[in-house]
């Protein structure tokens, strides 16, 4: 396996590869995409005023959070530009359009 010493500097490896040079595209769930698929499904099960709206807005604020983090501090190339994608995704939501 090559190190990060001895890896070379290609755009694939900045893309996909982390620090250590293994191939980051999935990762395990870190708490706020947790927390945004829980308010996400139940928002789904309770449709109710208030509480469909809270569930609404926790739901968008940790999927930003999570799109921030990732837009930021993401391993590689390719996690970064899956934060800036949903980050866009998820204000462009949120947009009424007229």
Do not use: C
Not at 76 to 87: K, P, Q
Request: aromatic share 12%; glycine share 8%.
């Amino acid at each position: 396996m090559n190190t990060p010493e001895t890896m070379e500097d290609t755009l694939f490896n900045r893309t996909f590869r982390d620090g250590e040079g293994n191939i980051a595209i999935a990762q395990m769930p870190n708490l706020p995409i947790l927390v945004w698929f829980a308010a996400t499904l139940l928002a789904l099960v309770l449709k109710d005023g208030n509480i469909h709206r809270g569930l609404e807005v926790v739901a968008f604020g940790s999927l930003f959070t999570w799109a921030w983090l990732e837009l930021f501090q993401g391993v590689n190339y390719f996690r970064r530009s899956l934060g800036l994608s949903v980050l866009l995704g998820a204000i462009a939501s949120q947009l009424q359009w007229s």
